[in-house]
C-alpha cells in the first residue's frame, strides 16, 4: 500500500485524510478520539525546582533532557505503528495522523510553558523519522533550526524544539548530538551560519522511548548515522513552539491545547512535505497534492525581513 497517486487531486486528499485508512493501518492507535483525547487536558506535573533546574540549562547549554515520562499512553504501540505507516509506504510525517502524536505535546503544556510562557503557541513546523539504516540511513545533517534571531537578549528562546523518541535512540540507531551552547563560540551571534566545532565538546544523547529532548533554536545539532544492520530503527516526532508574547515566526500559529482534525492534520502534513522538500524529495504526484492542499510554507515576512538584514 503505498499514497494514492489516481484519481482527482480532491480524491487523493480525501482518500488520505479518510480515518479508516490510518486506523486499518495502526489498530492500535487513535484517530479522532474525543474520550481519548479529552485525557491529555491534565498534563504532566513536574515540581518547580526541576522546572528550575530545565531554564537554568538552557541559558548555560541550550538544551535540556528528561528521562521517560507516564504518558498515559502506550508509547511503545505508537512507535510500531509509525513503522506500519512507513511500511506501507507513507512518509514518517504521517504519524500526525494519529492522536497520539498531538496527544503527547499537550501532556506536556506545564513544561512547554515553563520554559516559553503561559501563552505559548504551536508553530506551523513539525517532523517524524524512521531512521532505519535503509529507507532512511541517517537523521537530518548538522544544522541549527532558526538560528540566532530566535533568543532574546538574555537568551531565553523565543522558540523551542521538542523531540520525543517513541523506540530507544542510541548511538548505533542514529541518537540525537548536539554542541552545547557553552562549547559553542558561534551561538546567539550573527555569525551562527558558520561552523566552529571541536569534536570532543559534542554530546551525544542516547534516549530511552518516551523521553524528551529540548533545545532552543540556536542550537547546533544533528541526527546519527545508523549503523548496519540495526535492530529496531530509531522513532521520533518533534513539533516546535514559540512564545505568545512575541511576534509570529511562522504562521498560522496553532492552539497548542486543540487537536485538529483530520482534514486539518493533512493540509498540515502536506505543508511539512513542501518545507522540507529540499531533504525529502516528493514524486510529482504528491508535490502537486502537496501544493494543491497544504498550508503554505515560510516564515512571516516580519520574520524573514529580520533574517535578511544586515
Known sequence: MSAPST???????????????????????????????????????????????????????????????DWGIDVAAFGAGVSAVVGAGYMPAFAFMYDEAWFMYARLGALIAAV??????????????????????????????????????????????FWLPLTDATPQ??????????????????????????????????????????????????????????????VSISVEFQRGDQPPIYEPLLNPRQSPDAILRLRLILRQMIQYKHMYPLAPDMQALAEASAFRPGPTPAFLASMMAK
Open 7 to 69: 484519481g482527482s487531486l480532491t480524491e487523493r486528499f480525501a482518500a488520505l485524510a479518510d480515518p479508516a485508512l490510518w486506523r486499518a493501518l495502526a489498530p492500535a492507535l487513535h484517530l479522532g478520539d474525543e474520550s481519548f483525547s479529552a485525557a491529555a487536558a491534565e498534563p504532566i506535573h513536574f515540581e518547580p525546582a526541576m522546572l528550575a533546574e530545565l531554564r537554568a540549562s538552557l541559558l548555560r547549554e541550550g538544551y535540556f533532557q528528561l528521562p521517560p515520562l
Open 116 to 161: 516559553l510562557d503561559e501563552r505559548y503557541m504551536m508553530m506551523p513546523a513539525f517532523w517524524a523519522w524512521h531512521v532505519d539504516g535503509v529507507r532512511e540511513p541517517a537523521g537530518w545533517t548538522p544544522h541549527r533550526d532558526l538560528g540566532h534571531r530566535t533568543l532574546l537578549p538574555d537568551r531565553r528562546p523565543k522558540a523551542m524544539t
Open 173 to 234: 540507531n542514529g541518537c540525537m548530538y548536539i554542541l552545547p551552547a557553552d562549547r559553542d563560540p558561534l551561538y546567539g551571534t550573527p555569525n551562527d551560519h558558520q561552523t566552529s566545532l571541536e569534536l570532543q565538546n559534542v554530546r551525544a544523547l542516547p534516549s530511552p522511548a518516551g523521553g524528551v529532548l529540548a533545545w532552543t533554536q540556536a542550537a547546533f545539532h544533528w541526527g546519527g548515522r545508523a549503523r548496519q544492520p540495526i535492530d529496531k530503527p530509531r
